[in-house]
């Protein structure tokens, strides 16, 4: 009888599991947890992969950011230099290029070109967390990826000024939309212990799509240059249609059989996807139905979430990043370089990409806070530096000290690609639950786009009183987020998504 008792409630065991796991009498790995085997691990490769498929829209973006400094100069009536600032990175048109373009920019023109991404990217961002709540994450990748290759198409074959706004136009929207999607999706498809390295992927892709413009735009001409940003959103478009939704939207429309193939696929077929699935289930009970505008400011925990993002955010650009890279040939020539203007492009971007690949390794070693606060230590320094700088030139010094604008500028972009280029980002999906992040990430991203233009005009402004001006004020700024990071931020390195809610909440 004993035997046939624990027969019987092995049966039943084995019927709950398929019944949670939406399929009575299959075996297939995908739908069930092989715990009764003893085996259980999960797999971190198919992780990175859909992080970097989805990231592909942040190489896309990048290509978008830095198409101006190779193209400018072969486009602009009489080569005259114009400057670019666009999210997180400013070009700069110089050193003129023979061209046997057609279309050929007043400098009028060349601004439109410039201003209407960044216009682009604000009605682009404000939807897409929306319409990922409703359609999901996935799919709004897919139908924001189109706007990608319309705008390359537009470009590459347009043969006057109006085709070139209208391209731009599309790929702001594009641009805008993905630093809303990419975020939210590897923030929920990663395990907490890779949550880090992988928020990261955003800010790395973004910084190789940049580099990808500087070294191909000096070789060829603009026409075919946008032709090969062309390949990335198809390549994009197509790699979208392998990845599966993420578990947390799957969970959130009731779809629970789903929601446990995508943890499978991502996570590898031997972990434990009900543990995980009843977590996640968890934290979307807590935080219960999709949540509006108002909710999210009335509920503390989200609204504390909104402040620290979004001021994360404008510390990243009130940072100087575009001062500072706006100034990166005039500091290498006035340290004695005699390095073509592209060469210094290209000097920068290897830079960025390699210092922004460390902070991945680190992120999820070193912690979040430390990282912010070292970076935003050391720009306040090399900000202050160069201001010291302008001003002593001013005055008819700083021959002496040529090599000091140089060494500035080189910690400058380190510094920055280690802490506030990729970290703002990624706290920007962990910071929020499903029900409000959607809409969070959305106000967020479009209050860092709102921040560009901002930052543009008080660099126009400051300017006009010296070119000291400008990096003291960042300088001052940088002194104010270090400050704040070490007295409100705490660390949400390994933490779940209930515990950073704790926190948020003041329990």
């Known amino acids: 009888m004993d035997s046939e008792k624990v027969v019987r409630a092995m049966a039943r065991w084995w019927q709950t599991v398929s019944q949670e796991d939406g399929d009575q009498n299959s075996r297939d790995p995908m739908n069930y947890d092989l715990l009764q085997e003893g085996v259980v691990k999960t797999s971190k490769t198919r992780q990175y992969l859909a992080a970097m498929i989805i990231c592909l829209g942040a190489v896309a973006a990048g290509t978008a950011l830095a198409w101006t400094s190779p193209v400018f100069p072969q486009i602009v009536i009489n080569n ?12 700069n048109a110089t050193s003129p290029v023979p061209s046997n373009s057609d279309i050929q920019l007043t400098e009028s023109q060349s601004n439109w070109v410039s201003s209407l991404l960044a216009a682009g990217a604000l009605f682009g961002a404000l939807p897409s967390g929306f319409i990922a709540d409703t359609i999901g994450r996935r799919y709004t990748a897919m139908v924001m990826d189109v706007p990608f290759i319309l705008a390359w198409l537009s470009i590459s074959f347009g043969q006057t000024a109006g085709w070139l706004y209208v391209g731009r136009f599309l790929i702001g929207i594009s641009t805008g939309s993905f630093c809303v999607v990419a975020p939210m999706y590897i923030s929920e498809i990663a395990e907490t212990s890779i949550r880090g390295s992988l928020g990261t992927l955003f800010q790395l892709l973004l910084t190789i799509g940049i580099l990808f413009v500087y070294v191909v735009g000096a070789v060829v001409p603009w026409t075919t240059l946008s032709m090969l940003c062309l390949l990335i959103p198809i390549l994009l478009l197509i790699g979208l249609f392998f990845l599966p939704e993420t578990p947390v939207y799957l969970l959130k429309r009731g779809d629970r059989a789903e929601a446990n193939r995508s943890l499978k696929w991502l996570w590898g077929k031997y972990c434990d996807s009900r543990t995980a699935i009843q977590t996640i289930q968890h934290d979307l009970d807590n935080s219960g139905a999709d949540a509006s505008i108002m909710d999210l400011f009335s509920n503390r925990a989200s609204r504390n979430g909104l402040v620290i993002s979004v001021l994360l955010m404008v510390f990243q650009q009130f940072s100087g990043i575009n001062a500072v890279i706006f100034y990166t040939n005039q500091i290498f020539k006035s340290a004695g370089s005699t390095l073509d203007p592209n060469v210094c492009s290209i000097i920068v971007g290897v830079v960025q990409v390699i210092m922004t690949l460390t902070s991945s390794l680190l ?63 990624l706290m920007m999906g962990e910071l929020f639950l499903p029900d409000v992040k959607g809409t969070a990430v959305s106000l967020t991203v479009m209050i860092n786009w709102v921040c560009v233009f901002v930052v543009t005009w008080c660099f126009g402004s400051l300017r006009s009183l010296g070119d000291d001006v400008p990096f003291w004020f960042f300088s001052g700024c940088m002194g104010v987020a270090t400050v704040y990071v070490a007295l409100v931020l705490q660390e949400t390195k390994g933490k779940s998504a209930s515990q950073i809610q704790s926190w948020l909440s003041g329990r």
């Open 80 to 91: 005259v230099p114009t400057n670019s600032t666009t999210g997180n990175s400013t070009t």
């Open 363 to 425: 992120i999820d070693k070193a912690g979040r806070k430390i990282l912010l606060i070292a970076s935003s230590s050391i720009m306040t320094v090399c900000l202050a530096m160069l201001g010291a700088y302008f001003t002593i030139k001013a005055n008819g010094g700083a021959a002496s000290i040529g090599m000091l604008p140089l060494i500035c500028v080189v910690c400058f972009i380190v510094s920055f690609s280690v802490g506030y280029g990729p970290i703002p980002w």
